[in-house]
């Protein structure tokens, strides 16, 4: 038998922790067969009488590649031996797979690196930010070497995903505070999230709404998958470099502790950070207020001091008049405040205000703190008519199953008024509607309207006003209103936008096919902020110059007006501004209307001043009924 034969018997096919399949074993058999079958040459004795001094090559080197090569495998030759890597590539490429190996640890540490000092709001994303020394991670990583081998790779996972979830969070934040200037609510806000997926499919179409919606989900998916390997990987690469890791964690804690006991800053930005802790502990008291507000919401709403007044001793001052109660989406201070836009929008409320004044009429206007900014409308129309400051969903749920008498109700107690509801922006089945006492609502699909929407917006504020004269205040021999109108023209994304016509033509709506075409695109507009802001404000000026014709048209002697905004608009409008101011405006002919109102102090004309006073929304109601009852 030759010395090839016989290395191949001492070699253990097990040896590399596999066992060689039938094929393999037929193969070597028929191999020594015909091995034993050739004449027997001359032993080459110089391989066993002279030392190995050729230079090993790559592939007898590169056993230990990467964390994927397995201890104990002979060279690919051997039989039995697995190749390491996809197809044995590691082994054929061994610097590839050295450069793969060290650029995985360092996206790895990159990506922990984020999730950790990552802002939960946009606006404060800077490169100061991802410089810091995170307190959560050198405790984390000192965490992960002090632990025994188990409970190390169980915390890695854990923690891995952890940090994932807290990241998913920052990033919704992200989105409710480019919406609605403020956090995520862990408690209320779960319903939000179908209002949100709604408003894709109305402004952006079916298609627009499955993609947006399908892309969160991977990205979250990927984000929790993406973060708990890595913590895995970087916890494996700390073990084996133990030392090392071991002092930077040290070093690290120290920095920590001087930058912080020093205030030490880049800019603004502080470099000791606990910010994880913070966000955390954040989040634990909104979870635990979030649980108390309906014992404390309960307590509030059963305080009415008109619960017990007479039908005929309610809202005396007003009887015999039409009062509508106007709601102007999304405007707010900003369309009057900011430099950029108050020209324009002060042009159109003097314009305004001069034109009422030509007919006989005249206004008061002041400032209301809204509950909500940015969007959450309903919020805020029934904090304006419950007197209670409805600040989340869940309070409004329970307002909306209560007994609590809003504004519209006691108008509809006293059987003086047909109360009705023109909401273009409804177009489904809307069951609180019956809580707000309202005789009949007009929603999208009953003001006669068969033009088309001009993106969320289904009727613009023109053809409202114009179909609620049509539908009911135009009637002969009727009896007095009460009516609440929503005007949505002016509801986010703000394009494209309606324009005025002449009231003659509106006709059945038709003709806003053509406006709609001479429109904008939502799409390219809000790629720039400025031309955001710039469609915002003539949308405002839209929504006004549609209530205030309409009052100078048909507006008599018995019309009291009542308009004002719900929210601020979205903060690519507000620009920071964080204030949730909105104006309110009386407008009236009969002069004794505004006189019961005349120690309220707030501005002549439809522009309130600066220092004009300011409630709080959810104070209007009781005020109201005050100055407009027997007393008042």
Known sequence: MSPFTRSRQLSDPTEGGAEPDDGTAARDAAGEQAEADKPEAAPDTSAETEPDTAPKTAADTSTDVGPDTAPGTGSEGSPGALKPGWFGWRRRYPRVARGVSVGTTVLAGALVLFALLVPNQVDKIEFASFVRIPAEGVLLAGLLLALPPKARRVTAVVMGAFLGLVTILKFVDMGFYQILARPFDLVLDWILIENGTDFLRETFGRTGQVLAVTGVIVLFVAVLVLTTLSVVRLTRLMVRHRPVAARTTLILGTAWMTCMTLGL?????????????????????????????????????????????????????????????????????????????????????????????????????????????????????????????????????????????????????????????????????????????????????????????????????????EAFQRLEHGKKDREPIMAEIILASSH?????????????????????????????????????????????????????????????????????????????????????????????????????????????????????????????????????MTAYGPQG
């Open 265 to 465: 800053q880049i800019g603004t930005v502080p470099i000791a950070t606990k910010g994880n802790a913070e966000f955390l502990g954040n989040r634990v008291e909104q979870v635990r207020a979030g649980l108390k507000d309906a014992r404390v919401f309960e307590k509030q709403a059963a305080v009415d001091a008109f619960a017990k007044t007479p039908p005929d001793q309610l809202l005396t001052g007003l009887r015999g008049k039409d009062v509508l109660f106007t709601f102007i989406e999304s405007y707010g201070r900003v369309a009057i405040d900011d430099p950029a836009m108050a020209q324009q929008t002060d042009a159109v409320l003097k314009e305004g205000t001069g034109r009422l004044k030509a007919a006989g009429f005249a206004s008061r206007s002041g400032w209301l703190e809204s509950p909500v900014t940015g969007a959450g409308s309903w919020l805020a129309h029934s904090t304006f008519l419950s007197g209670l400051w409805i600040k989340n969903q869940q309070r409004y749920r329970n307002l909306t199953t209560s007994d609590r008498m809003t504004l519209t109700n006691y108008f509809g107690k006293t059987g003086a008024w047909r109360t009705v509801g023109i909401v273009p922006g409804v177009r489904r089945a809307w069951p609180e509607g019956k809580y707000f006492g309202l005789d009949h609502i007009y929603d999208s699909e009953h003001l006669g309207y068969h033009g088309p929407y001009f993106s969320w917006t289904p009727v613009p504020d023109q053809f409202s006003m």
């Open 492 to 624: 986010n994304p703000w394009s494209p936008i309606a324009r005025m016509i002449d009231w003659d033509d509106l006709g059945d709506g038709s003709v806003f096919h053509r406006i709609k075409k001479e429109g904008t695109n939502p799409t390219e507009v809000w790629k720039d902020p400025e031309k955001v802001r710039t469609e915002y404000r003539r949308a405002i000026e839209y929504s006004i110059r549609s209530l205030t014709e309409w009052v100078e048209r048909y507006g008599d002697e018995d019309t009291v007006l009542v308009f004002l905004g719900d929210h601020q608009p979205v903060p690519t409008v507000t620009a920071g501004d964080t204030g949730k101011d909105v104006p309110i405006t009386i407008v009236a002919k009969d002069k004794k209307v505004l006189d019961r109102i005349a120690g309220w102090n707030w501005t002549d004309g439809l522009k309130p001043a600066a220092n004009a006073p300011r409630w709080g929304m959810d104070r209007f109601r009781d005020r109201f």
